[in-house]
């Protein structure tokens, strides 16, 4: 069981470049998150989807897209990246939402960092 | 105010001594009560959970909720070095749209 796993887990970008973020799960959670965490900002949840086919937006969706075209995979996408994007990225996976009773706990893969010049 | 407020710290205790590190938030209608722990360039790890009101125990962990207040309390006794890493809570409404509202986090340094 690999968990939570994100693809790169570095990267430098300048401004204007676009790139994407892969988040892949193995443990058939419905439920998926992108966050960012900046420094004295804590954790600010972008996008999510609560399962496949479907996204919605979050706290800070300006500037990203999402797509979940495999319910395993959870993609985040820069069109044209600008220095405020500049963050560590981090995937999010559970098998029920946070406002459920069970097992909602969220999973988290082990960020990506991301610097846009 | 933000929703969720968490002293900024950071924190730094000597080995053995108990910590509590704490989150006070403005919504009332948040009930399900979290604190994630999150080792230096790792992702974050639930680390307690609690519905509504109240305390709940794992080892040396103690999770501790006083809705009336709005105030959510970590306690960790016999603190160890192993347990030097940020504390963010986090919490959310009951519902299936809800989102988990997080704290700024507080990095916690235990001195050997």
């Known amino acids: 069981n690999a968990g939570v796993t994100q693809t790169p887990k570095f990267r430098v970008l300048k401004t204007g470049q676009s790139m994407t973020l892969l988040c892949a799960q193995d443990?058939?959670?419905?439920?998926m998150y992108w966050y960012r965490q900046d420094p004295g900002m804590g954790l600010r949840l972008i996008h999510y989807?609560?399962?496949?086919?479907?996204?919605a937006k979050g706290e800070v969706p300006d500037g990203y897209n999402v797509s979940r075209l495999k319910k395993q995979n959870f993609l985040l996408g820069l069109e044209s990246a600008a220095p405020s994007q500049t963050s560590v990225y981090f995937c999010?996976?559970?098998?029920?939402?946070?406002?459920?009773?069970?097992?909602?706990?969220?999973?988290f893969g082990p960020g990506t960092r991301l610097t846009v010049l | 105010q933000k929703e969720v407020e968490q002293d900024p710290g950071p924190l730094s205790v000597p080995e053995g001594a108990i910590v509590s590190l704490n989150c006070t938030y403005s919504?009332?209608?948040?009930?399900?009560f979290m604190w994630y722990r999150q080792y230096s360039r790792k992702g974050p790890e639930l680390l307690m959970y609690?519905?509504?009101?109240g305390n709940k125990e794992d080892g040396r962990f103690t999770a501790q909720v006083d809705k009336s207040s709005k105030y959510i309390s970590l306690f960790i006794r016999d603190s160890q070095p192993s347990d030097s890493a940020t504390y963010l809570c986090?919490?959310?409404?009951?519902?299936?749209?809800?989102?988990?509202?997080f704290g700024k986090g507080i990095t916690l340094s235990v001195r050997p």
């Open positions: 919504n009332s209608a948040f009930q399900y």
């Open positions: 999010a996976s559970s098998y029920g939402g946070p406002g459920l009773a069970g097992d909602n706990e969220q999973f």
């Open positions: 443990m058939n959670h419905e439920y």
């Open positions: 986090a919490m959310s409404r009951t519902g299936a749209n809800s989102k988990l509202t």
């Open positions: 609690t519905y509504s009101s």
């Open positions: 989807s609560v399962g496949e086919g479907t996204t």
